[in-house]
Nanobody, 122 residues
Framework: QVQLQESDPGLVKPSQMLSLTCTVS??????????YSWIRRPPGKGLEWMGA???????YYNPYLKNPTSIFRDTSKNQFSLQLSSVTPEDTAVYYC??????????????WGQGTHITVSS
């Protein structure tokens, strides 16, 4: 029942902010013990967990990310968003939003969006 869909800006210029929104349907992002995450896969590399926002609004971030990252939500729209500042070509990747529970750990074991291809280039 739960479905997630990422927005698709496609191309982002270096030094700009990448803004992505995940729209969740079939379930509430405030449901107890659920966590909503952003994950990306750079070309030729594995999945990289970026951060998450939990059911109570608590946020968690990957400390290895070099550029400022923010995750927030709009409960009235059942959406959560990612903002990645000062992007470089190294941020080129397929970006996913995903849903899971607290016990899943960093990579959600529930539903994932289809992913959105983001290219950082001038």
């Amino acid at each position: 029942q739960v479905q997630l869909q990422e927005s698709d800006p496609g191309l982002v210029k270096p030094s700009q902010m990448l803004s992505l929104t995940c729209t969740v349907s079939g379930g509430s992002i405030t449901t107890r013990n659920y966590v909503y995450s952003w994950i990306r896969r750079p070309p030729g590399k594995g999945l990289e967990w970026m951060g998450a926002i939990a059911y109570d609004g608590s946020t968690y971030y990957n400390p290895y990310l070099k550029n400022p990252t923010s995750i927030f939500r709009d409960t009235s729209k059942n959406q959560f968003s990612l903002q990645l500042s000062s992007v470089t070509p190294e941020d080129t990747a397929v970006y996913y939003c995903a849903a899971g529970v607290v016990d899943d750990g960093y990579l959600p074991g529930g539903c994932w969006g289809q992913g959105t291809h983001i290219t950082v280039s001038s």
